[in-house]
């Protein structure tokens, strides 16, 4: 029941109407009795400042941020997480009895979901990361954070893989950070023995499920473990084709659930039902293999 002590959390984006967020944290809200509602607000690049200033007025609890305003929502908050500072964007914010704190949970999520699903740690690990986008630099931090040893950042735009990868190398104290071109004979025949290859392009996801993934065979078979950012299906061709090879996999899904997950605990103070969270967002989407 909504009433007068019914707190609020919710989404700042543009466009919104495709989160799967709302349904989520609504369920796990309804399955743990918390007297909370999520809704999505769809807010204009040039009104971001107002919709924050909205939050602390109004004492939203706390919401998640995602495209087109990770990056530009930093200049208005109060203090920011250590992960959202070295990754440069936030996509959650707390409001902690009026100051607004940027967090960063994708990456989180990532090396939690790794850890749950198949009990992969980073530390000491060789890892080839394919793209070199908003997602990349998050996974790509906080697998670094979490003691990887060599990473490796390939991606189709070379450029942008040496701006990763050089911001890795000052921010973070690894032993290896090399930027790649993404070209498969190259990659194939330069790079170690991986524990952990993770594409993080768009290709594979619905609709379009059959386009080839950017690495063949050889490449993933270099691998123990293949991880594709992609939820939508849950299986992609790439981690159908990884699992032909013998080679362990896990899917998106499990980072957007937890990413979800610790966003939840830092508004709550509570552990989520990442189960209940789990159902809801398969429930809504259109291949679920
Ligand atoms: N599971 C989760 O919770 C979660 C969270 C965040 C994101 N994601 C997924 O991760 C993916 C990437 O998101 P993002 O925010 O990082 O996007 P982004 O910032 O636009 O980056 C996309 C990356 O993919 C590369 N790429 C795109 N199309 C390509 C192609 N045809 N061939 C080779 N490389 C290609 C881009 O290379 P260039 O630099 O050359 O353009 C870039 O490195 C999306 O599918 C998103 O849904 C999942």
């Known amino acids: 029941m909504i ?27 309804e399955k743990l009795g918390l007297n909370y509602r999520y809704l999505a607000f769809q807010v204009k690049s040039e009104e971001v400042k107002e919709a924050l200033e909205g939050i602390r007025a109004l004492g939203i609890k706390g919401v998640n941020v995602t495209i087109p305003h990770k990056e530009a929502v930093i200049n208005n908050l109060d203090d920011l997480s ?13 409001n902690k009895e009026g100051r607004l704190i940027g967090h960063n949970t994708d990456g989180q999520g990532f090396v ?72 498969e004979e190259y990659l194939k025949n330069n790079l170690p023995k991986l524990d952990l290859i993770v594409d993080t392009t768009p290709i594979g996801m619905y609709p379009q499920i059959d386009v080839e993934p ?8 270099k691998a123990s473990l293949v991880t594709d950012l992609v939820y939508n299906p849950v299986e992609t061709v790439l981690l159908k084709r990884a699992k032909k090879l013998g080679v362990k996999t896990v899917s998106g899904l499990g980072m957007l659930i937890y990413q979800g997950a610790i966003a939840f605990e830092i508004w709550t103070g509570q552990e989520a039902d990442v189960e209940t969270m789990k159902d809801a967002i398969l429930s809504q989407l259109e291949i679920r293999n």
């Not at 989404?11 to 967020?21: A, F, M, N, Q, T």
């Not at 990754?87 to 914010?93: D, E, F, L």
């Not at 950017?214 to 078979?221: F, N, Q, S």
């Open 214 to 221: 950017v690495i063949g065979d050889e490449l993933i078979e």
């Open 112 to 183: 939690r979901a790794l850890a749950e699903e198949v009990g992969f740690s980073a530390q000491g690990k060789k890892i080839l990361i394919i793209g070199a986008g908003g997602a990349a630099k998050a996974v790509a931090f906080q697998l670094g954070l979490e003691g990887a040893d060599e990473l490796y950042v390939a991606n189709r735009t070379f450029e942008t893989a040496a701006n990763l990868a050089s911001n890795l190398e000052e921010k973070l104290n690894l032993s290896k950070v090399e930027a790649l071109r993404l070209e």
């Open 82 to 94: 250590k992960e959202a500072e070295l990754i440069g964007a936030v996509n959650t914010i707390e």
């Open 3 to 29: 009433n007068s002590s019914t707190k609020l959390v919710g989404l700042l984006g543009d466009p919104v109407e495709h989160s799967k967020s709302p349904l989520m944290h609504n369920a796990v809200l």
